[in-house]
């Protein structure tokens, strides 16, 4: 069975300092990745996709993910948090030639000021 | 520019009552998605919908149903509630896209919290 696995639930890091939310699938097939963000008391809205071609994807809020086959991982990174980013974060996997996306376990992402 | 609406924010109700959860999305989707989100579990999938009248089981689908009447509503209902159904309700829509173009990117309502006592 397909699953994604987010390794820290919780990461505090302060304002301006880089940071990096963890993820990595078990798939035996070629997928679509996501990243979608929830800020407190709202649903989840979607931050950014792989679905192929270069593996470096970027956001428009300076997010910025690399897919790596070999490692089945897709890290979020940022060179530098605002407190605006506070939000849960939650990694997606979509196979190819399926409509049922999977959910990771989301991380907390705080930004201290 | 609210394109999926869940028409309950929060929600308290008591054990052993009918609870429904009505979404509605303006995006002519022909999937749409229920899925309940609690700490440290992430999203799971309770039901889904590939068009009118139709639905699928997700992976927890035990203790609920769903209704689609119509393309833009996708109703999840709790027959009878029990506090273990205390949770973020989440609900999705996609395009039914299956080239890579879509990619069925969800988009997802605010959320019920529903309380059951």
Redesign the interface.
């Given at each position: 069975a397909q699953s994604v696995t987010q390794l820290d639930s919780q990461v505090p890091v302060f304002e301006e300092a880089p940071v990096e939310l963890r993820c990595n699938y078990s798939s035996s097939v070629s997928v679509y990745l996501f990243w979608y963000v929830q800020y407190p008391n709202q649903g989840l809205q979607l931050l950014l996709k792989y679905l192929s071609g270069s593996t470096l994807v970027e956001s428009i809020n300076g997010f910025e993910a690399e897919f790596n086959k070999s490692q089945t991982s897709f890290h979020l990174r940022k060179p530098s948090v605002h407190i605006s980013d506070t939000a849960e974060y939650f990694c997606a996997v979509l196979k190819t030639s399926y409509d049922k996306v999977i959910f990771g376990p989301g991380t907390s992402l705080s930004v201290i000021p | 520019d609210v394109k999926?609406t869940q028409s309950s924010r929060y929600l308290v109700k008591r054990t052993g009552e009918k609870v429904f959860l009505e979404c509605v999305q303006d995006m002519d989707h022909e999937?749409m998605f229920w899925?309940r989100q609690d700490p440290?579990?992430?999203?799971?999938?309770i039901y889904?919908s590939?068009d009118v009248k139709m639905k699928e089981k997700?992976d927890i689908p035990e203790g609920y149903s769903v209704s689609r009447e119509k393309k833009e509503r996708f109703s999840l209902i709790l027959e009878s509630a029990s506090t273990n159904q205390t949770s973020m309700y989440?609900c999705?829509s996609?395009p039914?896209e299956?080239g890579?173009s879509g990619?069925?990117?969800?988009t997802?309502?605010?959320?019920s919290r529903l309380t059951v006592l």
């Amino acid at each position: 069975a397909q699953s994604v696995t987010q390794l820290d639930s919780q990461v505090p890091v302060f304002e301006e300092a880089p940071v990096e939310l963890r993820c990595n699938y078990s798939s035996s097939v070629s997928v679509y990745l996501f990243w979608y963000v929830q800020y407190p008391n709202q649903g989840l809205q979607l931050l950014l996709k792989y679905l192929s071609g270069s593996t470096l994807v970027e956001s428009i809020n300076g997010f910025e993910a690399e897919f790596n086959k070999s490692q089945t991982s897709f890290h979020l990174r940022k060179p530098s948090v605002h407190i605006s980013d506070t939000a849960e974060y939650f990694c997606a996997v979509l196979k190819t030639s399926y409509d049922k996306v999977i959910f990771g376990p989301g991380t907390s992402l705080s930004v201290i000021p | 520019d609210v394109k999926v609406t869940q028409s309950s924010r929060y929600l308290v109700k008591r054990t052993g009552e009918k609870v429904f959860l009505e979404c509605v999305q303006d995006m002519d989707h022909e999937n749409m998605f229920w899925y309940r989100q609690d700490p440290g579990l992430g999203l799971r999938l309770i039901y889904f919908s590939y068009d009118v009248k139709m639905k699928e089981k997700g992976d927890i689908p035990e203790g609920y149903s769903v209704s689609r009447e119509k393309k833009e509503r996708f109703s999840l209902i709790l027959e009878s509630a029990s506090t273990n159904q205390t949770s973020m309700y989440l609900c999705a829509s996609s395009p039914h896209e299956t080239g890579i173009s879509g990619a069925n990117v969800l988009t997802f309502g605010a959320g019920s919290r529903l309380t059951v006592l």
